[in-house]
């Protein structure tokens, strides 16, 4: 497959990026579209060119650590597919494919198409968690009985992998999708039920401290989650909220 | 108030206000259609214009909560944008026009009101509070004859600020149950709801407004 590549390119933070253009060829349909764009970077490399900083991990689809726009949909045109479990085989020889960072006020670019999703660190840290008694008295998790349709939704909601893209889709840069995934994990657990109030309260602070927009029911967050993040969340993490604040 | 979820609650709970508001105002101007020359109509408008509960009690609630709709959503607009400092080169989106643009057509519902309050209301108000005129409890109908009888531009502009305004209720009565957590955007019988009602809504008020240009 021959290909021409609209890559941002931005050295830092500070300085003003803009869209460069390459062609690559040879590259076969089963490879990964991370794997294109390593061999991308080979070529530039060997050019004596900055290779293009992209963020990356697991390769597995599950560590949330690569991003990417990829022509207009985060993620890429695959539906609940991530960048890294993408294949150039959704893209045909001669295609034109555009690359951006995630955009957000929140998701500031690092480099390239490296974008600081920390914000989504400092919510987490503000209550997307569990306190447990470790002084060796702990009790198993699977000791406490949960039914089996509040363990589902649970799982469901954990599926999340805080990648950002809900954000990047989001035309307010809204992260209530996130935010609502984390809340509700716990919402349906009876280990949740502890700091149920201050958690809700505490991460959705966060979210707005951090300057994300309001959610406006656009629906899509939950159409590029590569995780298929149900808008149900969004309407759980209202309900608590508010109870939260109410009763 | 400095929650994202409040705020957007309370833009909510407004536009329900406003909701029903909306269908009191069609099935009351709904009347105007009964061939009795105008009584039912006159009727009611002249109830509704002197009775001391509705004007010195509803009427100021329902102003409040139009201004505090349209504050409220600039408010939420100006900090939506500020989220997103830069756009994308290429974006592709699956979210609906209406969802996306829900400020353009509540500055075109604002713009209409405009237009609304100067043909009906600022005159309703000068007569009966500035001008201390007896009441006519019959003028209500000949006014709305006389407003709509052949007047092509004001009847057009009439008809597509009801369609946007029916766009406008579509997205916002489906968003709306979800900020207040009741169930999600997409529900189906929300959405069901929501069609129903924005086209009930929005081809009654252009029914009416179409028949009182052509009958005079």
């Given at each position: 497959m021959d290909l021409l590549l609209k890559i941002w390119r931005q050295k830092n933070k500070t300085e003003k990026g803009g869209v460069q253009n390459y062609r690559i060829k040879n590259?076969?349909?089963?490879?990964s579209f991370l794997e294109m764009l390593d061999v991308l970077n080979q070529q530039l490399i060997n050019e004596g060119d900055d290779p293009i900083a992209f963020d990356h991990d697991c390769r597995e689809g599950i560590c949330g650590s690569c991003s990417l726009v990829i022509n207009g949909a985060p993620h890429g045109p695959d539906k609940g597919t991530t960048t890294c479990q993408?294949?150039?085989?959704?893209f045909k020889s001669g295609d034109t494919i555009y690359i951006e960072p995630f955009r957000s006020s929140s998701f500031p670019v690092i480099k390239d198409l490296v974008v600081d999703r920390s914000a989504f660190d400092r919510i987490q840290q503000a209550g997307g968690y569990v306190s447990i008694?470790?002084?060796?008295n702990t009790v198993d998790a699977n000791a406490t009985p949960i039914p089996k349709p509040d363990a589902d939704e649970a799982f469901k909601s954990a599926a999340c992998i805080g990648c950002g893209a809900c954000v990047a889709a989001c035309k307010n840069s809204s992260a209530m999708l996130f935010v609502g995934a984390k809340v509700s994990q716990y919402a349906h657990l009876p280990q949740g039920k502890v700091e149920r109030n201050e958690r809700v309260i505490n991460m959705v602070d966060q979210m707005d401290k951090e300057g994300f927009g309001s959610c406006t029911n656009t629906g899509a967050c939950e159409a590029h989650c590569p995780k298929d993040i149900s808008l149900d969340n969004i309407v759980r993490l209202n309900q608590e909220y508010l109870k939260s604040k109410i009763l | 108030m400095q929650s994202s979820i409040v705020k957007k609650v309370l833009m909510a709970l407004s536009g329900i206000f406003l909701m029903f508001f909306l269908l009191q105002h069609l099935t009351i101007n709904l009347t105007s259609l009964i061939p009795d020359d105008g009584k039912t109509f006159n009727a009611i408008s002249h109830f509704m214009g002197y009775n001391p509960i509705v004007q010195f009690i509803l009427q100021p609630i329902l102003i409040f909560g139009v201004c505090f709709h349209f504050i409220m959503g600039f408010i939420l607009e100006y900090q939506n944008r500020k989220a997103r400092n830069k756009k994308y080169i290429y974006h592709k989106t699956n979210s609906s026009w209406i969802s996306k643009n829900m400020i353009i057509t509540g500055l075109v519902i604002l713009a209409f009101l405009a237009l609304h309050f100067y043909d009906f209301w600022i005159p309703e108000m000068e007569y009966k509070?500035?001008?201390?005129?007896v009441s006519d409890p019959t003028k209500y109908f000949h006014e709305l004859k006389e407003k709509f009888y052949g007047a092509t531009y004001r009847t057009a502009i009439y008809c597509i600020s009801f369609i946007l305004l029916g766009m406008h209720l579509n997205h916002g009565l489906s968003s709306s149950f979800q900020s207040i957590g009741v169930t999600k955007s997409r529900d189906k019988l929300l959405r069901a709801v929501a069609y129903i009602y924005s086209f009930g809504i929005s081809l009654g008020f252009i029914a009416i407004a179409i028949f009182h240009y052509f009958t005079h």
């Open positions: 590259i076969e349909p089963d490879m993408l294949h150039m085989r959704k008694n470790t002084s060796g | 509070y500035i001008n201390y005129e």
